[in-house]
C-alpha cells in the first residue's frame, strides 16, 4: 500500500491510500483535488473514510461520492452532522480496505465524536484526523482536556513504529511552541531542521513516527517534569494532575504566536 498526500485548501491533506489500482481517501473536505488525482493516476476509489464532521474534512463527500459512488466510513456519533455516510463506527470496530484491517479508536476532544483509524503493521498506519499533530494536537472545539488527554494517550500506547497521518501541515508553528515550553530538548531542534528542510523544498512533513513524538510533542509529554514545569510556570499555579498540565498547555498553546 501507498499513501499519497493530496494538498487541499490553505494546508490540508486529503491522504490516499492506493493498491494497485484501488484507492481510498480520507477526510475529503474539498472534492475537486481528489478527483483530479483519481482521475490522473487511473485509480478507482474504492471507499471514503471519514474523522469528524468539520467542514474541511468532509465538504467533498457528496461531490466525490457522485463521481464516484462507495461506502462512505465515518463516527456514529456524529453522523447526523455528515451528509453521505453509509456506514456508522463505534470504538472497538474493524473494517477492511484494500486488504488492510484497521480499528476504529474513539478520540473525543477536538470534537466529540472524532474516530482515529489504526492498521497494525510493520510500520502501523494511524489516519488521526485533528487529533494528534506532529509537535502538537488539536483545539479542543468540543471536548474536555481530560478528554482530549485521554485519547492522545490511547494514541500514545501505540507500537512506536505507528506512521501518523494527520490532516494539517502545521507542523513549523507546532515545533515552535514546542521549543518554547521545553527548549533543552534537543531531539526538537534537531527535527526543526529536518523541517524546515523539507517545507522549504515543498515536501510535506508529514507522516512523522509516534518514537519521534514521543520525543518531541508537549502535549504526550506531561509527565516529563521540564515540561510540566514550564506549564506551571505560565499558568502560575501549581499543576498536581497530568490531565492539569495538558490543559493549561493547550490554552497556552490557542494564545501563542511564535516570534
Known sequence: MRIHAIPAFVDNYLWTLV??????VVDPGDAA??????????LKLQAILITHHHPDHVGGVQRLT?????PVYGPRGE????????????????????????EVIAVPGHTLGHIAYYAAGRPGILLCGDTLFSAGCGRLFEGTPAQMHHSLQRLAALPEDTEIYCTHEYTLAN???????EPGNPALA??????????????????????????????????????RDAAARWAGAALPTAV??????????DGFKAT
Open 79 to 102: 453522523a447526523q452532522a455528515i451528509r453521505g455516510i453509509t456506514h456508522v463506527l463505534d470504538d472497538g470496530e474493524r473494517i477492511e480496505v484494500l486488504g488492510r484491517r484497521f
Open 33 to 42: 483535488p481528489a478527483i483530479a488525482f483519481l482521475d490522473a493516476s487511473r
Open 190 to 227: 534537531a527535527h526543526a531542521r529536518r523541517v524546515r528542510e523539507l517545507r522549504d523544498a515543498g515536501r510535506p512533513s508529514l507522516p512523522s513516527r509516534l518514537a519521534l513524538e514521543r520525543e518531541i510533542n508537549p502535549f504526550l509529554r506531561t509527565d516529563v517534569p521540564a515540561v
Open 19 to 24: 493498491d494497485g489500482e484501488r484507492a481510498v
Open 66 to 70: 457522485e463521481h464516484h459512488p462507495v
Open 244 to 253: 492539569d498540565t495538558f490543559a493549561a498547555l493547550r490554552r497556552w498553546k
Open 175 to 181: 515545533l515552535a511552541f514546542a521549543r518554547t515550553v
